[in-house]
């Protein structure tokens, strides 16, 4: 991806294939998205822009609620992460987990 809006844009449209409430933008006063809040089973993300970068949190949701710690993904290893949060709630979902192919393609 060239810029972060473009990144979010894509996640949007890939995870939302999931079917609906796993994705809710977050938008900006003058447009475009402003960050993402990612339901994927049991895992909450929220994905939001920081000045040319974005920042990735992470938590365990456990009966609507969140658990554990709120953890701030180091971009080295959030892709890898919601590559496999994504097949999880893939295969939860009905799709099998080799779904997530199509998902994130």
Known sequence: ME???GLLSWLAESVGRLGP???RLQRRLM???????????TTHY????QGGGLVVERQAIAA?????MLD?????R???LLALDVARAADQGGLG???VVWILA
């Open 3 to 5: 810029d972060s809006q």
């Open 21 to 23: 409430g796993a994705v």
């Open 31 to 41: 447009g475009g998205i402003a960050g993402l809040e990612l339901q994927l089973c």
């Open 46 to 49: 929220r994905i939001r822009r």
């Open 64 to 68: 609507g609620m969140p658990v554990g």
């Open 72 to 76: 701030v993904v180091p971009a080295s």
């Open 78 to 80: 959030w892709p890898e």
């Open 97 to 99: 987990w080799q779904a």
